[in-house]
């Protein structure tokens, strides 16, 4: 198998192989035309996508997509399952979703994911409150030279409310990976979602990920994303507040050292009135990282009495580190309420000291520092279980800092 | 339990941005006693406290700092808290995000004394209703939104859960009321003892009247320009700090006759 490079599209072949329906193996085909066409996507001088087009073989690799479904929740009707058995069984609706929130036209690595996914359609009825959380467990191929383009597709009925939690892991050790990750989500009117992400790839891989929900009337998402992982980062989490009264609050943890870059995108698009919708982003760098945070607001036109609000704090734990902030406000409405605050500091010597006359070494001193910045967003995390795996994997971030 | 270990500083000189300000500090504070150092603003009764704690912003030029025998100049911060100093600060720092009880927690593991969850609560709030608190206190973030004195408190509190061998108490008085001075004088009070040398700095008297001294020095300019018993404090309260400034014009003008 030769070597190529990435933005070769899934061989005719490939997708033969998978043994799905016609009709999705014809969207398949698109899509990897349409990715052969377009092309690289144009980023700002902050992040440069060129190491995303590491060399990586022709085929997707087969990774670990790992659900589960608790026994109650199956008999409350609500389906979780990979795609392949999803378009064989709930053909009809997969149909409807697939490439409705992030369609393979918008651009290439979305025509990528699209053409080479693996995954799963999570499906809640009308009415149905599922009682525990979903979740779903994306894990890198074993191998050399690996691509893998996970997608979750999310259908929340009428007054349903359900709890996902995704998780993103693979083994640290190993050749450079490429990843594209899509989240399609569509809540009907006065449905719930808590979408919970811990992004924790190895640093080996390139990602990029981009999340989407779409909310009816006085539906509601929280998005809560824990951004641990990776060596190359380019995530946007979308919330479209088109129906009256809905409400999106988006809850964004990040850590970067080393050598991490990160570029964050955190978007609220207000269609309806009366819509409400908060982006919390909290950051730490440290080693030589760099992380950008773009929190967008872009409120049309009849998104009467609606309110967009964003606040991103970074917090700096060496000095070889660079966050940018950048905040954006679209408005295309008079009555309406924005705002935005950012701000970046770094870990003040005076608190350090304090917390070092106890006893405690420097790096225990970071340690609280860090987990006392995160902590006001982490307080505010639904599942317990989602709020210790952060901590924990920021302590065990901190433990991998030299110093 | 802390041993008993000497706090023993000599012919100390230390500079802060390369202005001097201790200019040569001989203090001996051994276990089992309490010393109050006095003084006007500006004679360098704080900077000597955060020198002794190991401030990175204050650099020793001459002279030595030992604990239990041993120069500690070259320890860090925590490895000098660790040897059994503890500083009670003049302005504590708020912590956001991290409760106390955690910040205890953590502090004491640092130390080799983490204990099961229970133990350590239950000691948390016999200390806590030593200091005539409020339990909910120790879930609050550290310092942050507290009173002055609510912060001062909180010093304590840490002192009586670290169990130092020597604790240096820099202006805990400032700022306080007369009740709150009273809580934590029989706080500090209750944790005097054989093993344990506390060293006062205070502006003011008034601290002493609850947390009677054994011994008491007045510093003046970055030294201590006079030593002697609690008398000195009645003197102070009386007279100001003016004679002392006589005193040492006196014996340079002496000196350079």
Known sequence: ?403 | MAQGVALEIDELEASVEDKAILRGVTLRVLPGQVHALMGPNGSGKSTLANTVAGHPRYAVTAGDIRLGGRSILEDSPDERARAGLFLAFQYPVEVPGVTVANFLHSALKARGREMPFMEFRRKMLEKVQLLEWDEAMVRRYLNEGFSGGEKKRNEILQMAMLDPAVAILDETDSGLDIDSIKIVSNGVNALRGPDLGVLIITHYERILRYIQPDFVHVMYEGRIAHSGGPEIVEQIERNGYDWIREEVQSAAAGGNA
């Not at chain 1, 190529?4 to 192989?17: R, V, Y």
């Open chain 1, 1 to 403: 198998m030769g070597q190529q490079a990435l933005g070769t599209a899934p061989t005719a072949a490939w997708i033969e192989g998978l043994g799905e329906p016609e009709w999705l193996r014809d969207a398949r085909r698109q899509a990897a035309r349409m990715e052969e066409r377009l092309d690289w996507p144009h980023w700002d001088r902050r992040t440069s996508l060129e190491e995303l087009r590491a060399v990586v073989d022709a085929s997707p690799g087969t990774g670990g997509v790992h659900l589960e479904l608790p026994e109650a929740l199956r008999d409350q009707g609500i389906v979780l399952l990979p795609l392949s058995l999803a378009a064989a069984q709930h053909g009809e609706l997969f149909r409807r979703l697939l490439g409705r929130q992030i369609p393979a036209e918008a651009g290439k690595l979305e025509a990528l994911n699209l053409a080479a996914m693996q995954g799963c359609l999570l499906v809640v009825p009308d009415g149905v409150v599922a009682e525990s959380p979903i979740e779903i467990v994306y894990r890198l191929p074993e191998g050399s030279g690996v691509q893998f383009h996970p997608r979750t597709m999310i259908s929340v009925g009428r007054t349903a409310e359900v709890s996902v939690v995704q998780r993103t892991e693979g083994a640290a050790h190993g050749d450079v990976a490429v990843v594209t990750e899509v989240v399609e989500a569509e809540v009907a009117d006065g449905g719930i979602l808590h979408f919970s992400e811990v992004q924790n790839w190895p640093t080996r891989v390139r990602a990029w990920a981009s999340r989407q929900a779409e909310l009816g009337r006085d539906a509601r998402v929280q998005w809560t994303i824990g951004e641990l992982g990776s060596g190359l980062m380019r995530g946007s989490t979308t919330t479209i507040l088109r129906g009256i009264g809905s409400e999106a609050l988006s809850l964004v943890v990040f850590f970067a050292s080393g050598q991490q870059h990160m570029d964050l995108t955190t978007q609220l698009v207000h269609i309806g009135s009366r819509t409400n919708g908060q982006m919390l982003a909290r950051g730490v760098l440290a080693g030589s990282a760099r992380t950008v945070y773009r929190g967008t607001s872009d409120i049309k036109r009849g998104a009467k009495d609606s309110n967009s609000q964003q606040k991103e704090q970074t917090l700096h734990l060496t000095a070889g580190v660079r966050s940018d902030a950048i905040p954006a406000l679209y408005i295309d409405e008079n009555e309406l309420q924005a705002g935005h605050a950012a701000t970046t500091g770094k870990v003040d010597p005076e608190h350090l000291f304090y917390l070092r006359s106890r006893g405690l070494p420097l790096r225990e001193a970071e340690r609280l520092i860090v987990q006392g910045f995160f902590a006001p967003l982490v307080e505010r995390i639904p599942l317990e279980g989602v709020r210790r795996e952060i901590t924990s994997l920021v302590d065990r971030k901190i433990d991998g800092e030299e110093g």
